[in-house]
């Protein structure tokens, strides 16, 4: 999906990933963890157990008009009552064996009781850095990023992609911008898509609104593959590699 570059204008080549922005090299500091965790998450928020789904990862093989030009990493953990996700998207576009543009993106999400408490993104576009951050504060989560401070109620989704229980949403934290953005997600009906090796029947969901986008999730709920245009009129896809738990992919 695009993203708006909000710290310099738009460029050919700028704004793979939103990822939804998402997306993913500086390091990310485990420190976003701390803050008041006193706020309770909406009744009846959504449970996410990415074990089920994909194991302890995911990743993704990242292509330009049909050319491999990076990868994308989702690892999970918990610690004590609480879901670690870190997420890592890396792209480098090249020209005559010239690196001509590089974007990097590191996150570390924590969840609790189904709610987003805490989020430390750092974004890398060709040298110009700068982080998202997200904190709870009693019932609100506090975003900082480029352009300033935002709240919004627990319960909002990041743009990671990783749980499908986005897709009842009509806003989500852009964590590249730290906007909160307004979407409308809209099934777009069954498809194959490629995964690993072979082909797995997906759902196909398109974002519109401020964020435009497509994903495709399994009939279990998976994130199997994304497809974006780029500012440049490019097509970006994220193809699976890996993203199931080894018995479902057995099956």
Request: net charge negative; glycine share 10%; with cysteine.
């Amino acid at each position: 999906m695009p993203f708006p570059s909000p710290r310099r204008p738009s460029r050919a080549l700028a704004g793979p990933l939103a990822l939804a922005a998402m997306l993913v090299s500086a390091t990310v500091s485990d420190t976003a963890a701390a803050g008041d965790m006193a706020g309770e998450c909406p009744a009846g928020a959504r449970t996410f157990n990415p074990e089920a789904l994909y194991g302890d990862s995911l990743a993704f093989d990242v292509y330009r008009n049909g050319d491999r030009v990076g990868e994308h990493t989702v690892s999970f953990s918990t610690e004590s009552d609480t879901l670690v996700a870190r997420t890592r998207f890396s792209l480098a576009i090249r020209m005559l064996y010239i690196t001509v543009y590089r974007f990097e993106y590191e996150a570390v999400d924590r969840w609790r009781d189904g709610c987003l408490v805490a989020m430390k993104a750092d974004i890398n576009e060709d040298g110009d850095e700068w982080a998202v951050t997200a904190k709870q504060a009693g019932n609100r989560l506090v975003i900082n990023g480029p352009k300033g401070t935002v709240e919004t109620p627990l319960g909002i989704y990041p743009t990671n992609h990783y749980d499908a229980g986005v897709l009842g949403s009509d806003q989500v934290l852009n964590t590249i911008t730290g906007a909160i953005n307004s979407v409308r997600i809209v099934e777009q009906g069954t498809e194959m898509v490629p995964v690993g090796a072979g082909e797995r029947s997906a759902r196909h969901y398109a974002y519109t609104g401020q964020l435009q986008n497509h994903v495709w999730y399994d009939s279990e709920g998976r994130w199997v593959a994304m497809r974006f245009t780029g500012k440049d009129g490019s097509t970006i896809d994220l193809r699976c590699r890996s993203c199931s738990t080894p018995a479902a992919a057995e099956r």
